[in-house]
């Protein structure tokens, strides 16, 4: 929040405050939890022109990426946490009734990783400094800035790289097949190796949420508005079209 200008502070208080009380209008019996048909009217109740494929697919993910005791229930800071989750689904429907399936989200995922560095070409291959800058930020425990942890993120790098040499041969970076087909289950791997009890699932999840770190004094990066060209660093819901350019930040309240 530090970080932030006084107008983009005032719009993020102002929708946590909305998002607050429209839980606690949702919570009839004070329980400070939400169930999942609680959770629903909710979000329909904050997003009124989502359609009801929208809600169900922000939920299931909210749900997977957030309901941290997996008590099938919402907490208020689970609640606050994963509203973004729904924001993040209209800006990749736009102006579609259709809701987008995982892999597609996940492919808009990882082409933010691919293109965290400024500049007007738009990049939809991954190179080995941004899988690892995508690794520290998104598994920062699995993968840690250390010795072993960049050990682990080469050794899959390797294989994915490998992957992609099979039909192209100098190839020096990998697309998003690569990434989908191999690198997840390799994620997975070195998760479970770690203790973490993870899968696909979870996995894609934990993606799914996250955003590339930046190094800016200045929070670019707002959620929590109405504008869908300012909560992901790209204008337009597909990938490919002219994008503002603007570095990606977590406001991080």
């Not at 699932?201 to 993606?207: E, F, Y």
Request: charged letters at 30%; proline letters at 3%.
């Amino acid at each position: 929040m530090s970080l932030m200008s006084d107008v983009d502070r005032d719009e993020v208080v102002k929708r946590k405050a909305l998002v607050e009380s429209t839980f606690h209008k949702f919570d009839v019996n004070n329980s400070g939890t939400l169930d999942k048909e609680e959770a629903k009217k909710c979000l329909a109740e904050l997003k009124p022109t989502a359609i009801p494929s929208a809600i169900e697919f922000a939920l299931d993910w909210l749900l997977t990426s957030y309901d941290t005791n997996n008590d099938g229930q919402l907490s208020l800071k689970e609640f606050v946490d994963g509203y973004n989750g729904l924001v993040d689904v209209l800006v990749m429907m736009g102006d579609s009734d259709q809701t987008p399936d995982d892999v597609a989200f996940l492919k808009q995922k990882f082409y933010t990783f691919c293109d965290v560095a400024p500049g007007n070409k738009r990049e939809e291959q991954m190179d080995s400094a941004r899988w690892k800058k995508f690794c520290n930020d998104t598994f920062p425990k699995t993968f840690p800035k250390t010795q072993a942890g960049s050990t682990k993120v080469d050794m899959i790098w390797a294989v994915m790289q490998a992957e992609r040499r099979e039909t192209e041969p100098g190839a020096i970076k990998i697309t998003f097949d690569e990434f989908h087909k191999v690198g997840l289950i390799k994620i997975v791997e070195a998760l479970n190796e770690g203790g973490t009890k993870a899968d696909l699932k979870t996995v894609m999840a934990k993606i799914l949420q996250s955003v590339p770190s930046s190094d800016s004094t200045k929070a670019d990066y707002v959620k929590w508005n109405d504008d869908k060209d300012t909560f992901t660093g790209v204008h337009g819901d597909v990938h490919g079209r002219e994008k503002k350019e603007r570095q990606i930040k977590n406001a991080g309240w």
